[in-house]
């Protein structure tokens, strides 16, 4: 029968307003450059998108269009970053680019997931001190033991 070996990775599971689950080390590098990265292609988006509506002009039919595009196109971009689904189950029968506290809503979003990952960092960089002088302590007793022995 195989023994069955556990540690811990970091990985959480986050409700996000009650409506979407993402999983996510909000400390992995990994995780955190897409992050950036989606935060500055959503960003360059935003700009596409306010120049676009501002070509557009008068001409609703274009402007809803086009909104409903790069809608699609930054929930395509949100979904590759914390899962399938959570820009649907987030953003229901409401676009992206909707405005909450002065902000787009994926830019709240956005911040939301940032603010998890400094605060985050900063707990895990206090944890990890303590943790490996522990380490050090036990690999030091082990190492004087076993050199001891080995004589």
Known sequence: MAKELNFETGVVEYTINSAATARFNPTDAMFVERMYNTFG????????????????????????????????????MIDNLL????????????????LADGLPVWINLMFAVADEVEAT???????????????????????????????
Not at 56 to 73: K, L, N, Q, S, T
Not at 121 to 137: C, H, I, L, M, W
């Open 41 to 76: 292609e959503l960003a360059d988006k935003q700009d596409e998108f306010e120049a676009r509506v501002a070509e557009i002009g008068e001409d609703g039919e274009a402007m809803f269009a086009y909104a409903a595009e790069r809608d699609r196109d930054m929930r395509g």
């Open 121 to 151: 960092f900063t707990d895990e960089q206090k944890k990890s001190d303590p943790r490996v002088k522990a380490y050090n302590g036990k690999y030091a007793a082990m190492a004087k033991k076993y050199k001891r022995a080995r004589k």
């Open 83 to 98: 899962g399938a689904g959570v820009a649907d189950a987030l953003f229901p029968g409401m676009n992206c680019y909707a």
